[in-house]
């Protein structure tokens, strides 16, 4: 059964960083896109980053634009999520997921169950 599991999460200091890692079970993941999405406490679930299959292009949305990384290592069946410069408004769980079209990271069908990320000083 194909799904994804989240790890890396954890509770830093602003300014802080931390790695995320989604590892592929059950499928390769040079078949997907991936995105990052994050869902704060009482807002609505957004789209961090994505990737391609290929990990050529990679989109951010303009408040992680400079600060977060995504990368993939096909090898490893596994997407990273580098985040530098952590701010509270980075707090939240973080998902990765199966992109259903790349363009405007729209999520597939498979997801992780997320990794709790909290900044705080």
């Known amino acids: 059964q194909p799904q994804l599991v989240e790890s890396g999460g954890g509770l830093v200091q602003p300014g802080g960083s931390l790695r995320l890692s989604c590892v592929a079970s059950?499928?390769?993941?040079?078949?997907?896109?991936i995105g990052w999405f994050r869902q704060a406490p009482g807002k609505e679930r957004e789209g961090v980053s994505c990737?391609?299959?290929?990990?050529?292009?990679?989109n951010y949305t303009d408040s992680v634009k400079g600060r977060f990384t995504t990368s993939k290592d096909d090898a490893k069946n596994t997407v990273y999520l580098q985040m530098n410069s952590l701010n509270g408004e980075d707090t939240g769980v973080y998902y990765c997921?199966?992109?259903?079209?790349?363009?405007?990271?729209?999520?597939?069908?498979?997801w992780g169950q997320g990794t709790q990320v909290t900044v705080s000083a």
């Open positions: 990737i391609s299959r290929s990990g050529g292009i990679t």
């Open positions: 059950g499928f390769t993941l040079n078949r997907y896109g």
């Open positions: 997921a199966t992109l259903q079209q790349l363009r405007g990271c729209v999520p597939g069908d498979i």
